[in-house]
């Protein structure tokens, strides 16, 4: 079955610029999303086709894509961005979606 | 602004079928061109799609759950439907319905258990 990687977690400290990387193969093909989830929440869209941003969505949060790696970049993290980010994709036909293992962003 | 509501039992036994209703606001499920998902999270996991319909009632599910999954539309009602069957303690999950990416619902947890 199709996979999408991402790292468990990932720490910076306020201020700093927090990457997040999402791998699989059918990424060069398929358009990736990104989302936040807080505790008890759910998820939230912050980017859409590899690196657009929704409205009402800081313009901290970018993405990027190169090849089968897609990344989430968040500049100037504030202590609000701490959460979980998972990414989503499609397999090579489009027709089954699939999530990344999601990745915990801790803001030191 | 469109909203999604989940609704259904919170607790399922083991081997029966689990049955969830999301209904639409502020929209017609049946208007534009829209994918209707459900996409589950047991605690402390991540995210599994579980499949999705469209707005002319076709279907896809994850292979993983397919021959267990039936998504369909009720547009009388403004809702769409989740069927799980053959439950197991695996399925126990926080169970949220979607407008294609962009419209969440606010989730809603099942239990299978005896």
Known sequence: SYELT???????????????????????KQYAYWYQQKP???????????????????ERFSGSSSGTTVTLTVSGVQAEDEADY???????SGTFWVFGGGTKLTVL | ????????PGLVKPSQTLSLTCTVSGG???SGSYYWSWIRQPAGKGLEWIGRVYTSGSTNYNPSLKSRVTISLD??????????SSVTAADTAVYYCARERDYWGQGTLVTVSS
């Open chain 1, 86 to 92: 998972y990414c989503q994709s499609a397999d090579s």
């Open chain 2, 28 to 30: 017609s499920i049946s």
């Open chain 2, 1 to 8: 602004q469109v909203q999604l509501q989940e609704s259904g």
């Open chain 1, 6 to 28: 991402q790292p468990p977690s990932v720490s910076v400290s306020p201020g700093q610029t927090a990457r997040i990387t999402c791998s699989g193969d059918a990424l060069s």
């Open chain 1, 40 to 58: 008890g929440q759910a998820p939230v869209l912050v980017i859409y086709k590899d690196s657009e941003r929704p409205s009402g969505i800081p």
């Open chain 2, 75 to 84: 547009t009388s009602r403004n809702q769409f439907s989740l069927k799980l």
